[in-house]
């Protein structure tokens, strides 16, 4: 055994904290050590090079590097070791930057916690095995779920790249949030014209599959191999024979809540969304439904002149096999209404949301493009916005920002006084955070050209006077209080993930975070990946985002995925369980907790029962060695014997 | 309803041995036995003195159809064996006996002599032809009792007892001492009781959970867990390897500080572990075949955040 310890300065990163000559002169002293040497920068070409070099010269067999974290370089250190003619994995690499030298400040003390840590790694290394990958095909199609913006795009971008897309949408149709909006900042260009024309690209894309009224409910498998069940649920009406004619909806008896146009305004049990849906197809709600509320009705299948209505219609489970998976099941806005009772908790009838007003705003919405108040359907003269609803309010436990209230609020005070020349409008903010390109000047547009009064400090209080509703604030730069009297109180509300969320990333195997926002692998550098390989992110499901970062995000995603199925075959990781088969009790406790479904039972010649592990599913995540009563079950490349190994150095 | 004699003759008829008790002829007392015909059958028993759990024999008959006689404690093996797939249902005949406490055979003896006579009749005791007091000489796992009868079977033999003597229950007789020591005299009070440990592993043999048999990692030399010296810290290293090993499926059933020829109070560790589990995952080992162990579960659905 002949190992060689190369200790990296790291610029000053590490040597400004630990002596890296005092480490590698201790570590020549361990067993089976016959070389070690402190390296400025290794991770730099010449720096490897020394490796190489020295691997050469001492005929090295075993490698230990004390540098960064393996997060950083494992990857570039095994690539080293090839090139060294030496196994990738008879390299271990020690941590002494972020777990050593960063976090300490007496060198002393922490060049002694790093001699100890080589000398952990050392005594792993020794006990180290060559390890060698093996390859498992890769599916070529790939699942989108949510057919907001963000899958839209990314589902159109990989069908250009000639990969087969299924997009998978939970509502009828697919536009998502988007497709509620009536204009966009900082451009004012119509949310509709530049969303439907992609909307229908997808319908008619002949790589992709559109499956709506659609959730994942498992998934199973890895990187390059999903097995997905997606439940397409009854809607009594059959997709290709329904032709949109909306006959069914006009004469339909049953008054149902329009999600579309967040309750303003209703829709019938039997409708279609809006009318620019995607498919253009009718869907029943049964919970409103007259036949199945009252068990006598039937009318859309009697007036249906294309036959489409099916009441026996029953959900349908398809297993469908994909490469990769992309998420964008995209935002909600927050319910306000529980955590502002002071707000009138939803009593008042004029004090509504931002994305309700933005359905008034919009000429196909309910209204008819016409500003209502609620309460009594006149024109608003005094209209208040609120910034910061449920964001950045750390009293209800939500200090996030919901990152595009600010825009939004200034694009509905502009097009407020294009609507209603004679209104005032004033917003109560608590900054304006006005990032983006073009925005600043938006923002400065709705003070200049639309006279929107912007007042800077919390509402406290909102109460009905007199057929108006009075708000209650203060304008912190005056240092006074403040009382408007309105018609119409707008709330920008903050964003939340989708209902849902949290589950469906229970489901993928992927973290997430308090707020339901699904975490991405690296803040940074893998923006758009999981931890989980091949399921990545799109749009505001990961985190609030405006349209532009939205789309951009998801053409990232729709590139990784590209890459990732241009290869025929995927190298899998060695560092997998593997069963002592003379040892195994048979007990299969390891086949109980594997979120893999990677262990199977096998008879061996003496008539026992076994446990194996299935090579291409196994992740390595090592579940099953510690849920195996005798321990026969070990970590390629993290045995128990390595683990005592080292346990054994550092107290030695 | 028929005897244990009857009973067991007829569940023979369905299986390939049943197990049982028969009467030592040299002490007097019940000792486990195999029947594997009528004419073995014969000599079957159950007294106050079938201490034993004869579950600890079934992962090992795994090939045959087994009839096993089992009180309440054992029913509980059964069930945990069950849900840990040792044992198949279909393959198992449970003859469920009522029991109302053991006998402690052993403290008879150490007090009366080895093989005295013990008549055990109605409420009275009678050592020898002395009259002496009963609650001095039951089993200590008898006075934690969770079930008197048992919980899951195929026959009843017998007359089971209709209630569940929770007046009886109550924790380890040297819980209180325990909980009133400082963490240091805590330590120092295992470090005394395993001293006294001689290695005979007789807590792992008898106890029906202990399946792993001859790949036991207390032996194992490759890696090893434990070393070889039989001393204090290496005695409460594997307890403690088996306490841990144990969690969420130790019925309490007591074999294993039965078993202990030197006495040591094993139960105070793992009751302590069993109440933790069942505070925890409001889960208790064996208590019903639905119930899916905790440890075991790898549950995606679970929701940490509330965020549905």
């Not at chain 1, 931002?354 to 919405?365: C, H, K, P, T, V």
């Not at chain 2, 393959?91 to 005295?116: E, F, M, N």
């Amino acid at each position: 055994m002949r190992i060689g310890v190369f200790v990296c300065q790291c610029g000053t990163n590490i040597a400004a904290t630990v002596s890296t000559e005092r480490v590698a002169s201790a570590a020549m002293a361990l067993r089976d050590v016959v070389h070690a040497e402190s390296i400025q920068y290794t991770c730099s070409d010449p720096g490897q090079r020394t490796v190489i070099a020295a691997a050469h010269k001492y005929a090295l067999d075993r490698v230990v590097i004390a540098a960064c974290s393996p997060r950083m370089h494992e990857t570039t250190f095994q690539r080293t070791m090839a090139q060294a003619g030496i196994n990738p994995f008879m390299m271990e690499m020690v941590n002494i930057r972020e777990h050593c030298s960063w976090i300490h400040s007496d060198m002393e003390v922490a060049t002694e916690k790093a001699i100890d840590l080589v000398s952990m790694g050392v005594a792993k290394v020794r006990g180290q095995t060559p390890l060698f990958s093996s390859h498992v095909p890769v599916v070529s199609e790939v699942l989108i779920i949510g057919g907001g913006v963000a899958g839209i795009q990314a589902a159109l971008d990989i069908a250009d790249a000639g990969m087969p897309v299924t997009l998978v949408e939970r509502g009828p149709t697919i536009g998502g949030n988007m497709a509620r909006l009536d204009k966009t900042f900082p451009t004012l260009d119509c949310s509709s014209c530049i969303l439907t024309p992609r909307m229908v690209e997808v319908k008619h894309h002949e790589n992709i599959r559109l499956m709506v009224n659609s959730e994942v409910e498992q998934v199973r498998g890895y990187i390059g191999n999903f097995e997905v069940d997606i439940r397409k649920k009854a809607t009594c009406v059959d997709e290709e024979k329904c032709t949109g004619c909306q006959i069914c909806e006009q004469k339909c008896p049953s008054e149902a809540p329009d999600e579309f146009n967040a309750g303003v305004g209703e829709t019938k049990a039997i409708s279609i969304a809006f009318p620019q849906a995607v498919p253009l197809v009718a869907s029943l709600r049964k919970e409103y439904c007259r036949l199945y509320i009252k068990g006598k009705c039937g009318i859309c299948k009697k007036v249906c002149p294309a036959d489409a209505v099916d009441y026996e219609q029953e959900d349908e489970l398809h297993t469908e096999k994909f490469g990769a998976i992309v998420v964008a099941t995209g935002y909600e806005l927050f319910d306000w209404r529980q955590a502002y009772p002071h707000y009138g908790g939803g009593l008042y009838p004029d004090v509504i949301t931002s994305i309700q007003y933005e359905r008034m705003l919009s000429a196909s919405g309910p209204t008819g493009g016409h500003i209502q108040r609620p309460s009594d359907g006149a024109e608003p003269k005094e209209i208040v916005f609120l910034s910061c609803v449920g964001s950045r309010d750390e009293s209800i436990g939500r200090p996030l920002c919901c990152k595009v209230g600010c825009m939004y609020i200034a694009k509905q005070a502009i097009l407020t006084r294009e609507h209603i020349p004679d209104s005032r409008t004033y917003v109560f903010y608590m900054d304006v955070r006005a990032g983006g390109k073009g925005y600043d000047e938006f923002y400065r547009r709705a003070q200049k050209e639309a006279g929107a009064v912007y007042l800077r400090g919390r509402v406290g209080k909102i109460y009905p006077r007199g057929g108006k509703l009075v708000v209650m604030g203060a304008d912190t730069l005056v240092g006074e209080n403040v009382e408007v009297e309105a018609d119409l109180v707008v709330l920008a509300t903050g964003i939340d993930a989708a209902a849902g969320a949290g589950s469906l990333a229970q489901r993928l195997n992927i973290p997430y975070d308090q707020y339901g926002f699904l975490s991405e692998s690296h803040p940074k550098l893998r923006p758009v990946e999981t931890t989980t390989g091949g399921i990545f992110l799109a749009g505001a499901c990961q985190g609030p985002k405006d349209i532009p970062e939205t789309v951009a995000q998801a053409s990232a995603a729709a590139a990784k995925v590209i890459v990732l199925l241009s290869h025929d075959e995927l190298e899998t990781s060695p560092m997998i369980a593997e069963v002592n088969h003379m040892r195994c009790i048979g007990c299969f406790k390891c086949r109980e907790v594997c979120p893999y479904h990677a262990i199977e039972e096998q008879g061996l010649r003496d008539g026992r029962r076994v446990a194996v592990v299935i090579e291409s599913l196994c992740q390595g995540c090592g579940l099953c060695t510690v849920a195996c009563p005798p321990s026969v079950i070990s970590l390629r490349g993290y045995t128990d014997n390595q683990l005592i190994e080292e346990v054994t150095a550092v107290l030695r | 309803m028929n005897g244990i004699v009857d009973t067991i003759k007829n569940v023979l008829k369905e299986t390939d041995l049943v197990l049982g008790w028969t009467t030592d002829p040299v002490t007097g007392v019940a000792t486990p036995a195999r029947f594997h015909d009528e004419k073995e059958a014969e000599q079957a028993v159950f007294d106050s003195t079938c201490a034993h759990n004869l579950a600890v024999h079934l992962p090992r008959l795994k090939d045959s159809r087994v009839g096993i006689v089992a009180k309440g404690c054992d029913a509980r093996s059964v069930i945990e064996l069950i849900i840990e797939h040792e044992v198949q249902r279909e393959q198992l005949a449970v003859i469920g006996v009522g029991c109302g406490s053991l006998l402690d055979v052993k403290k008879i003896w150490r007090r009366y002599g080895y093989g005295v006579a013990i008549k055990d009749r109605d409420d009275s005791l009678l050592i020898g032809g002395e009259q002496v007091n009963r609650d001095e000489f039951i089993q200590r796992k008898c006075h934690g009792c969770l079930e008197a009868d048992p919980d899951i079977y195929d026959v009843i033999a017998g007359e089971v007892t209709g209630e569940i003597p929770t007046d009886t229950v109550r924790p380890h007789p040297l819980h209180d001492m325990f909980v009133s020591l400082t963490p240091a005299e805590r330590r120092s009070f295992w470090r005394e009781q395993f001293s006294r440990c001689i290695r005979c592993y007789a807590c792992r043999e008898v106890c029906p959970m202990c399946f792993c048999r001859d790949v036991c990692i207390m032996q194992t030399q490759i890696p090893r867990w434990a070393g070889g010296a039989v001393d204090a810290k290496q005695s409460e290293m594997i307890q403690l390897i088996r306490v841990n090993h144990l969690a969420g499926r130790c019925t309490g059933c007591g074999e294993c500080e039965r078993a202990c020829p030197v006495g040591i109070p094993l139960m105070l560790l793992l009751d302590e572990q069993n109440h933790a589990i069942e505070e925890m995952f409001a889960y208790g080992a064996g208590a019903s075949l639905k119930a899916r162990p905790p440890l075991l579960v790898f549950d995606v659905n679970k929701d940490i955040w509330g965020k549905g």
